[in-house]
């Protein structure tokens, strides 16, 4: 006990756990982020021995997650894309499937992270949001206290290539990364460059060889992503293979942009 109470000072002659403010006099309150600890991530609270010891405070898990929010490279706005905000009502089935398996995964994550099979794909038809699904759980993931990282097939492609010195930096990132999240892959595209297949290939397969878990939308079906490069397309579905929706049908209906006009049509 001699020695905890010895730590506990140390700390204090830090400024950790000083119950003093150590701001001038009239220093408000409000001036703080977490009044409760006073920004300093701890809190003195007394043991059942009567003597005080530093418990960390609950504001520790929300610097976390605003920390892990600013290293997502997830935009503003979708940071704001969550499960309650995608509606399903009045669409095809297929889109009530596919926010619940995405829900499911979520639940299941903690179990599921080092498994083989820990991914989660959703491809199809464009405008049936596959983007917001995989984007509320990449947010529900953070918010859990996971690193994720988002990368957008075509921009994050570009973006390499006019900071090309930053190419190796990058794609390691992606490959050690908690969870990744490629969004679009083979967009508008029936194949894709040597350039982007090397390094999209070299980042799931290291991710596939060390059970890293990948979140991933597409344009393409799991056929049409083994079309352009089996050894890629076979591995994300070994991966998600419990996960894996599929959206195909009408697209007036599955499409949320052309609503519309769907409606437009019906007068």
Same mark, same amino acid.
């Given at each position: +006990?001699? $020695?905890l109470?010895?730590?506990?000072?140390?700390?204090?002659?830090?400024? !950790?756990?000083?119950?003093?403010?150590?701001?001038?006099?009239?220093?408000? +309150?409000?001036t703080?982020? #977490?009044?409760?600890?006073?920004? @300093? !991530?701890?809190?003195?609270e007394?043991?059942?021995?009567?003597y005080e010891?530093?418990?960390?405070c609950?504001c520790n &898990?929300?610097r &976390?997650?605003e @920390?892990l929010?600013?290293?997502?490279e997830i935009?503003d706005?979708?940071? &704001?894309l969550?499960? !309650?905000?995608?509606?399903?009502?009045? @669409?095809?089935?297929? /889109?009530?499937?596919?926010?619940t398996?995405?829900?499911?995964y979520?639940?299941?994550?903690d179990?599921?992270?080092?498994?083989?099979?820990?991914?989660? $794909?959703i491809?199809?038809?464009?405008?049936?949001?596959?983007? %917001?699904?995989q +984007?509320a759980?990449?947010?529900?993931? /953070?918010?859990?206290?996971?690193?994720?990282?988002y990368?957008?097939?075509?921009?994050?492609?570009? *973006?390499?290539?006019?900071n090309?010195d930053?190419?190796? &930096?990058?794609?390691?990132k +992606?490959?050690? /990364?908690?969870v990744?999240?490629?969004?679009?892959?083979f967009?508008?595209? *029936?194949?894709?460059?040597?350039?982007?297949?090397?390094?999209?290939y070299?980042?799931?397969?290291?991710?596939?060889?060390? %059970?890293?878990?990948i979140l991933?939308?597409?344009?393409?079906? /799991?056929d049409?992503? #083994?079309y352009?490069?089996?050894?890629?397309?076979?591995?994300?579905?070994e991966?998600s293979?419990?996960?894996?929706?599929?959206?195909? !049908?009408?697209r007036?209906?599955?499409?949320y942009?052309?609503?519309?006009?769907l409606?437009?049509?019906?007068?």
């Open positions: +006990m001699k $020695t109470k010895i730590k506990v000072s140390q700390v204090e002659k830090l400024g !950790g756990l000083s119950n003093q403010t150590n701001q001038p006099n009239g220093t408000n +309150m409000s703080f982020n #977490c009044v409760r600890c006073e920004d @300093r !991530g701890l809190i003195l007394k043991n059942s021995d009567g010891v530093g418990i960390p609950y &898990k929300k &976390k997650v @920390r929010m600013a290293s997502s935009t706005k979708f940071l &704001k969550g499960f !309650g905000n995608f509606e399903t009502e009045g @669409r095809p089935q297929v /889109i009530e499937i596919a926010k398996t995405a829900i499911d979520v639940d299941a994550f179990d599921i992270k080092r498994a083989r099979v820990n991914s989660l $794909t491809v199809g038809t464009p405008g049936s949001g596959k983007t %917001h699904l +984007m759980v990449a947010n529900n993931l /953070i918010k859990m206290g996971i690193p994720v990282l990368f957008p097939f075509v921009e994050g492609f570009n *973006d390499l290539k006019r090309f930053l190419l190796d &930096k990058k794609i390691e +992606m490959k050690q /990364i908690d990744l999240f490629i969004d679009d892959l967009k508008g595209r *029936d194949t894709a460059t040597q350039f982007q297949m090397e390094q999209i070299a980042v799931v397969n290291y991710r596939y060889l060390n %059970h890293l878990p991933l939308s597409s344009e393409k079906t /799991i049409e992503i #083994c352009i490069d089996e050894a890629l397309g076979s591995r994300i579905f991966m293979q419990d996960y894996l929706v599929q959206i195909k !049908g009408d007036m209906s599955l499409n942009r052309l609503k519309a006009l409606n437009k049509n019906k007068r």
